[in-house]
């Protein structure tokens, strides 16, 4: 029987790791601690063991679910099915591309990444979405396929600047939705994360919208092939995701 200090041990663990998932953004050990009754020390030491069971990932003293984590829960949950649909164009796409691709979802007004090919990301590549619409390609191709009222709802939370390069006025933000419906893609030149670039298609079923994307460091993918090649494999992969998705009905921009 376990001792009431090993509950006491795993109860805190499973907080600190809910408060990690539950952040839209990295979140340092200070904020976790002023989010619960533990020390900065307890929390550091706790999230070192859940560094070292690969369940977060630390990024500058910062901390985010890994993306074992997030598998975990997308195997176990209800989208399994979407999962097992996304896996075959996405490794395809990622081979094409020689880029990390994945497939994202929004979810309670939140960037969820479903599915991602890492085959070719290096130690240093930040291989995975913040859970940020506004900041990547994946959140804004998600929001260029919202209607109207459901864009307005969800352009009324926080707006962080994660870059740079990142829009955080409304104004700019909704002028750039227009060009991603217009272009039919959605670029992020070093918006979440210095020196990556990202570009995306959504996608939209009867009940989910997403996008398929490719990401990179900004240095390799960049002019025609960040433009123009790499977005004509993307539309392919979309298409092959849809149509292993079809028994739902669907639709692409």
Known sequence: MQSD???GATVRSMTILEIVADSPEPIGVTAIADQTELSKGTVSKHLSTLHELGYVDRSDGHYLPSVQFLDYG???GS???LHRAATAPIDELAE???????????HNGRVVDVYLSTKHADRDFPAYNTRLLHCSAAGKAILAEQSDD???ALLEDHRPERTEYT?????ELRAELDRIRDRGVAFDRQEQFPRVNSVADGISTGSLTGAVFVSGWAD???GKRFEENVPGILFSASSMLLS???AEPASRR
């Open 150 to 152: 459901a864009l307005d």
């Open 244 to 246: 292993a998705l079809s």
């Open 74 to 76: 997308i195997r176990t």
């Open 5 to 7: 200090t090993a509950i």
């Open 96 to 106: 094409m591309t020689n880029e990390v691709a994945g497939m994202a979802i929004e």
């Open 167 to 171: 829009i955080t006025a409304e104004p």
């Open 79 to 81: 989208l399994s099915e």
């Open 220 to 222: 390799e993918l960049s």
